[in-house]
Structures are given as C-alpha cells and as structure tokens.
C-alpha cells in the first residue's frame, strides 16, 4: 500500500499482464522466471477471449494447466467482463472518454493511483491498444505471440503509444533471425529464455493426461481453420487436412493423431477418420484444447505436419521433432490483401521447413544453417517492404537489391506483380518486356494516350 518516504509519498506499482492464449500466458511466465520483468507490488494477469463469440469458445483461463501459470499472478482479471457489453476485440475507448474509463477500470481494479506497467500482445488491435490508451503515461512491454513478429508491424501505431513501448520480448523461434516488429520506434528485441520457457511446458504437461494412442510414435497433424479467416474455403480446408493424412501415411506413418482448432467444424475429423481408414492407419483426434507443445511432451510424436503453424517451428526448434508443412503454395496465392500479416509466418514456415509430398526432403531436414537464416532473413525484407513501405521506407534499398537479384521461379511465390508494381519495385515489369519503359516511342504514345483520354470527350471508360 502506499507509504511516505522521508515525507514524500511511495505509490505502489502494478504491473497488468494481458493475454488472449495459452502460449501467451506461458511465455509471459517464461519472462518471468528468466527475471525480465522487474519487482513490483502486484501482478494482475488480465484474460481477455478474443473469439468471434467468446460465450461458446473456452477462455485461456478454463484451458488444461492454467492454474500453474496462475500461481505467478496476485489476481486473475477479465477484460471481456470489464467492457461487457462490447466485444473485447472491437472496443476502444473514444478520446475524450479515456479519462473516465480509466478512473472506471482503476476502482474496478483496485488500482487506487498506483503506478501502472503494461505487458501487452499485438499492440497494433484491440485490447492491447485500448488498454495502452487507457493508462496513457503506463510504460509498456510487448511480448511476441508467434511468428508474426518478424514481420513489419500491421499497422501504423500512434506516437504516443508506439514510443512508450520499451522491449519486444520474443521466443528464439528462428534462431538468427531478428524481430522486424516495433522496428521502427526503436524498439529493442529481448529474447525470452528457451530453457525457461521449456520448464513452463513441462509443468503445463504435468497436468495434463496423455491421449490414448497405442503403439508407435504418431504422426501429428495440426490443425488451424484457415476458413474462418477467410483464407481457404471449408471444401478447400478439408481438403488440406485430407492431404495431410495422406501424407503421412505415404511416408510410413500408420497411427496419426489430430489437433484440431478448438472452434473447427467436429464434421471434419470424422472425414479424416474415414480417409485414414481407408488408407490403412488409424486415427485419434485430441478432443482436450490442449497446447501442441504439451501434445509434443506427452507422445513425442515421429512426425509434425502442418500447414504454417508457430508450433511446427517449436517443435522442430525446441524439441528435435521432424515436421512437413503442406497447403502453403495455395495460401500464398489466395492470400489477400498482401498486407495480411499471416504471410510473414506462412513465407517462414514454406521457406524453412520441407513439403509434405517430398519424402526425401522430409527425411533429410534439420534445423536451417546461418547461412539459411540469412537468405530467409533477406526475403522477409523485401516482403516487409512490400507489405508496409510507409512505415518502413528505410527498407527499400534492402528490398530492391533482394528482388533485382533473387526473384526466380520459386522466390516469385512470395510477392505479387500487382503490388511490386504498384510500389515501383523491380520485378514488377516481366524481363522480356523491361526495355519498355526506356523506349522513347513507347514513352511518347503513352503521353499521347493519357492526354486522348483527359480531354473532353475523351473515351474514360
């Protein structure tokens, strides 16, 4: 409580942590076994469930092994219940109400006039962003779910949030490769212990009951629901998921397990069941929502399969097991707009881990040389670029020197003509025809086409 100090007064501090997954929550108690985060005199965890419709989709805190995470926390709070009736991932408060919510949430809270630190995910959206605007003097801690931080950040973030923003931390997900994310307030990349984080995992495991999957390894398939994005199709999606099987099973593999998405049709795993059966092998489907990375721990599984999951690159980066991706070659062409920030994820997992459909490659894989990382890491610049040249133009240069020496017949599936065009980068004119633009004929019809078509009467259509 607060105190005096030689007659000044001493506030209390408070640091509110927010998370929205289970991964979220284990890595933010990675952090803090490791000592990254400071003393203070309380610790709130702050659930927020981000679901479409969060009444019918479990909340991290009713996930299997949350309560040992909970033992690091004075108080678990919920932020849906906080700005009910709205939904957490839409509601933001207006500019002129700041001052009033945040005397709100402090007498909710128990907040009195402590001072208040923010650990936070995905500042860029809704509730981290709302939480930041909130409490406007608050330092602020970001911390990485997944692989989306190396890659630009989605949007651009008010100055007065972005630099208030001391650290990105972030799991060794890649090692050798760095965070672009929060790159352009300066931000700093802070790793976050793999052995810390691999000791969360294994108390999570711990209360956890292994599936009953008799006999051999498994085969692991993954699950992500890419429907629900508006990336693929259900056909489409099922369609994915039936490949996986078969491929699994071409490769040898006759016990399979499922991990499906916690909100996926159960229509589909009876599909994959039946393919299975066909096929020879048989099939589990994990009914818990569990952690993939707890799955890893209890069967070890012989293979992980996937399409660009983070938990494909922990499994093969934090436990040594063989993983395939699948699906990623038609993500990559549906993906839409080229902003979307589940392409620096897919392009990491296509370029990193083996097809599926190669068996030999799948057999051959171990985790990618430096000198890998450095052509992936070159890669995820142009695409940076691409994504977000406003608020990254100091990545240009980068950007034309990869796409004027590295675009090939497979380089190519990570950019689109339309947007390299539209940003005046090199590849945008196809090779054959590059001799156009510096043509003085073809310069002076087209000055002559433009002004036709200016002038009244001009053909606008």
Known sequence: MPGTTQGATVRRTTRIFCVSTLYGAATLAAALDAGLFGPTDRRLLLVSNNAVNPETAPSVDTMPGFARIRER???????????????PGAWGPRGD??????RYVRLLWDLEDDEVHLAVESIQVNPALALCQLFTGAPVDVYADGLMSYGPTRDRIDPLVGTRVGRLLHLDLVPGLTPVL?????????LVPSEAFLKVLNELAADESGPAVPGERPALLLGQYLSALGILGDAEEEALHVDMVRGAVALGHRSLVFKPHPVAPARWTRLLEDEARELGAELHVLERPVLAEVVYQRLRPA??????????????????LPVARTGTGIVLSRLAPYQNSNRV??????????DLADGAAV??????????????????TAVGYAMQPKIYPGLREDAERYLSTRLDPHTWRYFKRRRLAALALPGAVPNQLAFLPRNATVRRLARRARALKRAPGGNRT
């Open 303 to 320: 293979l992980v399969v996937g399409c660009f999951s983070t938990a494909l690159l922990t499994a093969a980066g934090l436990y040594g």
């Open 345 to 354: 994820p897919l392009t990491i997992v296509d370029a990193l881990l083996p």
């Open 363 to 380: 057999r051959a894989w171990t985790v990618p040389p430096p000198e890998r990382v450095a052509e992936l890491s070159a890669l995820l």
């Open 182 to 190: 929060l790159s352009e307030f300066g931000v700093p990349p802070v």
């Open 97 to 102: 109400d700041v001052p009033l919510w945040e």
């Open 73 to 87: 926390f004075d108080e678990v709070l919920s932020w849906n219940e906080t700005v009910s009736p709205f939904h």
